[in-house]
Structures are given as C-alpha cells and as structure tokens.
C-alpha cells in the first residue's frame, strides 16, 4: 500500500522560512516523479512544483518561484519542499504527490497522493 506523509506545516510570520517534507512508502520513489500542491478552502488545488525522476528536472509554478526549492533524497524515500519570504497568500494545505510519469504538472497526471501538512502564515 502506497502511503505519503508530510510533515512540518505550522504557523510561521511574513517573511519567514519554512521546510516541510514527504516521505513515502509502498512504492519505487526513485522511479516518480514528485510534486507539491496547494489547497485553500474554496480555490481549486494549485500546481506548485514538480521534480522529475528521470532527469532531476524541476518546474516551478510562477507564484511560488525564487521562493520555493524542491529536493528530493532518494536514499530516505523522502521530497522537501524548501519555502523562504513566505507571505499571507501561501496559507494552505501543502499535499506531496508521486506521478509514475517523467514529467507532471497537473494534479490529474499524480496517481499518489498525501494527506497534506497545513501552513498558515499569519502575524
């Protein structure tokens, strides 16, 4: 059974930095590709940033880019979503997610998916 887990959501102040992870089980990590996502209440689910497990390519959604870092250690199953100057709009739920294709930018092209670890930026 394939299981992602995140962790690190809190509530952090403008500006601040804040590093939450994934780790994953059930599954050849090293073959998916791994993405996070961004839910808020109302809104549809958000495209945030993929890396590729074939090429170590990654993408990054245009709000989120020069702020965000996406990495991944294979050796711990594990992606790390690296979030610095974040801002009152990032609120949400961070969800990891696994794609068995090389490149995925759609939450539609993701077959696993995490439980998500909250984030609120707040002072």
């Known amino acids: 059974q394939v299981q992602l887990v995140e962790s690190g959501g809190r509530l952090v102040q403008p500006g601040s930095s804040l590093s939450i992870s994934c780790t994953a089980s059930g599954l050849r990590f090293n073959l998916y590709t791994m993405g996070w996502f961004r839910q808020v209440p109302g809104k549809d689910r958000e495209f945030l940033v993929t890396?590729?497990?074939?090429?170590?390519?990654?993408n990054y959604a245009e709000s989120v880019r020069g702020r965000f870092t996406i990495s991944r250690d294979n050796s711990k199953n594990t992606v790390y979503l690296q979030m610095n100057n974040l801002q009152p709009e990032d609120t949400g739920i961070y969800s990891c997610a696994a794609s068995g294709r090389r490149r995925a930018m759609s939450s539609y092209e993701y077959e696993h998916w995490g439980q998500g670890t909250q984030v609120t930026v707040s002072s």
């Open positions: 890396k590729s497990y074939r090429d170590g390519r990654e």
